[in-house]
């Protein structure tokens, strides 16, 4: 977990360099102290049945069962195809808002983790049972399979979703065979938590085996007398041998782990094959933007012929690095961070001057106000509704009506109880209600910046921070202004290879100068960033990316490939086939296994390669309506209209359509990609 808790801090302290001067009411509003209304004490998000704190949990859960119970008889009622559709999307949101929450606590505050966990598990209990409940099943298929006209494209839509969920457990195949899918998920289930486990674990090597030089880096195991702990690869360290070393020993082919990957893809290729599949990889993309397996195999075959020449420069210049040094020997694994940070531009520190935390957000707001219509506004919290003292609450809403649109809440600081990764958490989705209100979203954002320990100093965030903020905010967006009638298909709610799309455009916006300038202001002096500065940024950010596609590009083929067989196949073997072909510039070690740490390989089992046809898919669209001008209003209107508002209830190729004027082809899309490096 991450070091330095900001326990007892508060924003004012944190952003009072910026006291001198003011850039705007919403950074004002940032550097105020934490303001809570005087109302009485409530729960997390606002949520009254949490104002009794961790015990209050099981009551939420019990009510949100009892409602589901209910909504579940009232849907085998239901007059109409598709009311059928409505009141299973009724039951996801009553399960969906506490299972989505009690989820979000157990990672962020520990003295209500065991309660959340609890509620976690009877939801997910719950959610198991009606999965396979063949009556359940029996009713969805029969009300979505004719079209009516009571029926429009969102329900059958949400239906047709609804419908392959209920078929990842087996549920439309005969009794023996279902009762195999539900055991091979339950076991794929537990096979997975444990190869999780193994992608973090330190290794243990005998002391004896270090020489001087290394052993004093590595800590004495607890629990092995003799032994030390190796606990990172230390890629960017200067000592060649420590890299050598600790790369080989941090990803050497354990066999407990290696055995874990071999079981976890025999189980998945025999689960593919009893749901009618010849392989794990097109079960997967039944409903997926790319439009099936083969299309991932031709979007990373297209894209890798593109990338290798361009990447294959970077790698020489880092190889021509090495050999300066007097190694004669080629570039390998455990070399390319060391000298793809060696071979970057010098940037000097100074650059981070212009970028402070209140700068950072007052440029997202400005943004965001000018080019979507979409303002941000902090909003006082009460009593119990945060869950640490620098977490803050924006209001988002829509600048010429006013219109609330749903609620941030920022979580921005690093500390030991939240999760080392930024991410984006969804509290609870939007949707459309009887009565005619719309059920307001609400997310948190998670990130890490770092608090110096003098509260006096600015916060200032690096190049990276400054994209994952912007990254993270595309997501909140998409939450924000999408407006549809199911739950099931709100904001980031959608087919795993577009749901990156939003947040990699507004990341583009980040790359642009006409962007930088406008962010980037001195936190003191109000200063723009100078073009000098902005010169070295540009140059320091644009080497290295290509090989930093070429090695995302590899992982994608690697997982691709081992789910895309019919028979079983050897996982080892498959990378160092895949190495050959789409990481050719880098020497291989027969022996290191860096899959085995590549723990994608569970949540994102074949769907690796979501995140370079997302970026691939964004591309196209800066580059279609936002390269010209990043501030055009036309193009903004355009792209929540077509895009954010829909959430995943409308097809992706229908919304790029829409957008764009036609449905991009794979040639497209991996042209964008490199026109961008």
Not at 159 to 164: E, P, S, T, W, Y
Not at 602 to 621: D, E, M, Q, R, W
Not at 628 to 652: F, M, N, Q, V
Request: hydrophobic share 35%; glycine share 6%.
């Amino acid at each position: 977990m991450l070091r330095g808790s900001v326990r007892g801090l508060n924003w004012r302290r944190l952003l009072k360099s910026d006291s001198k001067t003011s850039f705007g009411a919403f950074q004002n509003a940032f550097r105020d102290e934490h303001k809570q209304s005087s109302e009485r004490n409530t729960g997390l998000f606002a949520y009254s049945e949490l104002s009794q704190g961790a015990k209050s949990y099981q009551k939420m859960t019990d009510r949100a069962l009892a409602d589901s119970e209910k909504l579940l008889q009232e849907a085998f009622s239901s007059r109409g195809r598709g009311a059928v559709v409505e009141k299973l999307d009724e039951v996801s949101n009553t399960l969906c808002k506490v299972a989505d929450l009690a989820e979000f606590v157990r990672f962020v505050q520990a003295d209500h983790s065991d309660e959340a966990e609890k509620s976690v598990a009877r939801i997910s209990s719950l959610v198991a049972t009606l999965n396979t409940d063949v009556k359940l099943y029996e009713l969805l298929t029969e009300a979505i399979s004719g079209r009516s006209t009571e029926m429009d494209s969102e329900t059958l839509r949400v239906g047709l979703l609804l419908k392959h969920d209920f078929e990842q457990s087996g549920i439309h195949l005969e009794r023996e065979k279902r009762e195999q899918c539900v055991q091979l998920n339950d076991e794929l289930l537990e096979i997975g938590q444990n190869f999780m486990k193994g992608t973090s674990m330190p290794v243990a090597v005998p002391r004896r085996e270090m020489n001087e030089k290394m052993a004093w880096m590595f800590s004495d195991c607890k629990d092995m007398p003799g032994y030390v702990e190796i606990t990172q690869p230390f890629s960017e360290h200067d000592d060649e041998d420590i890299r050598r070393v600790g790369y080989l020993s941090f990803f050497y082919q354990e066999p407990t782990q290696y055995s874990l990957l071999d079981t976890m893809l025999m189980k998945r290729t025999k689960l593919a094959e009893l749901c009618g599949f010849s392989n794990y990889s097109q079960s997967v993309s039944q409903h997926s933007a790319i439009g099936g397996a083969e299309n991932v195999e031709s979007f990373l075959a297209s894209l890798n012929q593109k990338l290798v020449p361009l990447s294959s420069q970077e790698f020489r210049e880092m190889q021509l690095l090495k050999n300066k040094e007097g190694k004669a020997d080629e570039l390998m694994p455990w070399d390319c961070q060391y000298y793809m940070k060696k071979a970057r531009p010098h940037l000097d520190s100074s650059y981070k001057e212009f970028f402070s935390l209140p700068t950072c957000l007052e440029g997202l707001n400005d943004l965001c106000t000018r080019v979507f219509d979409v303002s941000l506004e902090v909003e006082p919290t009460v009593p119990g509704e945060i869950w640490h003292p620098t977490v803050q609450k924006l209001a988002v809403c829509d600048s010429n009506s006013r219109e609330l649109l749903g609620y941030i809440y920022c979580d921005f600081f690093a500390r030991e109880s939240k999760p080392r990764s930024d991410c984006h958490f969804t509290i609870r989705g939007g949707k459309r209600l009887k009565c005619g209100q719309y059920q307001i979203p609400i997310v948190a954002l998670l990130c890490n910046f770092e608090v110096k320990d003098n509260p006096e100093e600015p916060l200032l965030l690096d190049i990276g921070q400054v994209e994952n903020l912007f990254h993270e905010m595309g997501h909140a967006l998409h939450s924000m202004v999408a407006r549809t009638r199911f739950q099931h298909v709100s904001g980031t709610r959608c087919v795993t290879d577009f749901a990156e799309v939003p947040s990699n455009l507004l990341e583009f916006f980040t790359h642009d100068d006409r962007v930088i300038r406008s962010i980037g202001k001195h936190h003191s002096t109000k200063e723009t960033i100078p073009e000098d500065l902005l010169a070295d940024l540009r140059r320091f950010r644009k080497f290295g990316k290509a090989a930093d596609l070429q090695h995302q590009l590899m992982l994608s083929a690697f997982d691709h490939q081992i789910h895309s067989e019919s028979r079983h196949i050897e996982p080892h073997s498959v990378f160092k086939s895949i190495l050959f072909t789409y990481y050719p510039s880098v020497g291989v070690d027969p022996g290191s296994a860096f899959y085995l740490r590549f723990g994608h390989l569970v949540g994102y089992a074949s769907k690796y390669y979501t995140y370079l046809f997302c970026k691939a898919i964004s591309t196209k669209i800066w580059l279609d309506l936002f390269e010209s001008d990043p501030y055009s209003k036309i193009s903004g209107t355009a792209y929540k209209r077509e895009l954010l508002s829909h959430g995943g209830a409308k097809e992706p190729k229908a919304i790029l359509e829409s957008l764009l004027g036609a449905n991009p082809d794979i040639e497209s899309l991996t042209n964008s990609l490199i026109s961008s490096l």
